[in-house]
Each structure stands twice: as structure tokens, then as C-alpha cells.
């Protein structure tokens, strides 16, 4: 099991560009989170999904959009990015069982100029 | 609104040293409270999982405890050796749905030999 992945693992934006972040996992988990951690705020949630087909705003979710049309991927946009996005984000999963233990995904480094 | 503190933010031990990490959280309507493991540049790695019904958990070398009621969990790591040096971040998730996180901001180890 590759657990839960994320690409690209890099990526540097000019303001205003748009791109989208991937976030697979393989362990059928029915929910799967997207956060950001930023210096001396630790990790917020920006949006997640308690099931295919299904997004929430979790609590930071102005300047993205979520879509889980699979069960396995979460994808994260960024429609015209800001350098306030500059950022590190994870992807979770977990379970809807008892455990809810979350894994996550190694991140990606958003830099925007 | 959820806020949870990590004090210190930054310790360092010499080899051997049994520690005590700390955790507080302002609303104690918690599911249940999970301590991570976050090594630079990487992502998170779930160490313990405590349900609100539980006291405490343990695993190898590490013993997790929650005092619900006082909003306060503890992370004791006996015998600390030099990777166990990383950044451990607390983290409640909230009765209701989906498991959403609030997240602590961490507390950075380092062990020293």
C-alpha cells in the first residue's frame, strides 16, 4: 500500500495562475481532508469530503475549490493564486470507523510569487 | 472555537531523558485526541489515538493520557533517544461529524547524545 500521496511535490505560481493539487489514497477510506500549515499557525483545514461525490468548507477555504468525483482522489484548485496561498498543504484520509486515526500524504511546497 | 496550545514550543533533552510533551484545549466536547509525529520537510505520522472515553494509550515507549474534563492531554516519551528528535503536534477532533482536526502549533524535541 502506497498510503496517501500528493502531487507534484514542488511547485512555484505567479499571482494570478491557476493550477490544481492531487491527493490519491489506497486504503478506501471514506473521508479525505485538504490543510495547510503555515509558520506558527499550525495545520488549518481548508476543505474536506466525507464521501465520493461530496465537499465541505472546513476553515479556511476562500481561494480554493475541492472535487472528489472518485473515491480515491481529492483535488485541490487554485483558481488565480495569491501569495497569502504560499504555503505547505497535506492531503488526509480516514476511516469512518471508531479509530478516525488520519493519514496523511508527504505535502506539497506552494510557492507564490 | 476550538483552540489548543503547546507548551513548550521547543525542547531540547540530552540522551535518556524521560519526557513529558504538553496539551491543552479550551472546549472539552472532543471525539478524541491524536498525537502526531512531524520530521522536517515531511508529513504527519499518527503516534497515538486516545478516545474521549479513554484515559490513556500507550505504545512502545510512549504513554499518551487525556484528562477530559480539565482540557488537558499529555505525551510522555521515556528513555528519549536522538530520533526521537522531530516536531509532535496534538490535535482534537470534535463530536459530530467528519473527524475535522483542530491542531496544536507543536512542540519541537530535540535530543542530544
Known amino acids: 500500500n502506497a498510503g496517501v500521496t500528493q502531487t507534484p511535490k514542488f511547485r512555484v505560481l505567479k499571482t494570478g495562475q491557476s493550477m490544481t493539487l492531487l491527493c490519491a489514497q489506497d486504503m478506501n477510506h471514506e473521508y479525505m481532508y485538504w490543510y495547510r500549515q503555515d509558520p506558527g499557525m499550525g495545520l488549518r483545514l481548508i476543505h474536506y469530503?466525507?464521501?465520493?461525490?461530496?465537499?465541505a468548507k472546513g476553515e479556511v477555504p476562500d481561494g480554493y475549490n475541492v472535487s472528489r468525483l472518485k473515491k480515491q482522489n481529492f483535488l485541490l484548485g487554485l483558481e488565480s493564486a495569491a501569495p497569502s496561498q504560499t504555503s505547505v498543504y497535506f492531503c488526509?484520509?480516514?476511516?469512518?470507523?471508531?479509530?478516525?486515526?488520519?493519514?496523511f500524504g508527504p505535502g506539497t511546497r506552494l510557492t507564490v510569487l | 472555537k476550538q483552540e489548543v496550545t503547546q507548551i513548550p514550543a521547543a525542547l531540547s533533552v540530552p540522551e535518556g531523558e524521560n519526557l513529558v510533551l504538553n496539551c491543552s484545549f479550551t472546549?472539552?466536547?472532543?471525539?478524541?485526541l491524536q498525537w502526531f509525529r512531524q520530521d522536517p520537510g515531511k508529513g504527519l505520522t499518527s503516534l497515538l489515538l486516545?478516545?474521549?472515553?479513554?484515559r490513556e494509550q500507550t505504545s512502545g515507549r510512549l504513554n499518551a493520557s487525556l484528562d477530559k474534563s480539565s482540557g488537558r492531554s499529555t505525551l510522555y516519551i521515556a528513555a528519549s533517544q536522538p530520533g526521537d528528535s522531530a516536531t509532535y503536534l496534538c490535535?482534537?477532533?470534535?463530536?459530530?461529524?467528519?473527524?475535522?482536526?483542530?491542531f496544536g502549533t507543536g512542540t519541537r524535541l530535540q535530543v542530544t547524545l
Open positions: 486516545i478516545q474521549s472515553s479513554q
Open positions: 490535535a482534537v477532533s470534535h463530536t459530530g461529524t467528519a473527524s475535522k482536526l483542530t
Open positions: 488526509a484520509s480516514s476511516d469512518r470507523g471508531n479509530t478516525d486515526t488520519q493519514y
Open positions: 469530503s466525507v464521501g465520493e461525490g461530496t465537499t
Open positions: 472546549d472539552s466536547a472532543i471525539y478524541n
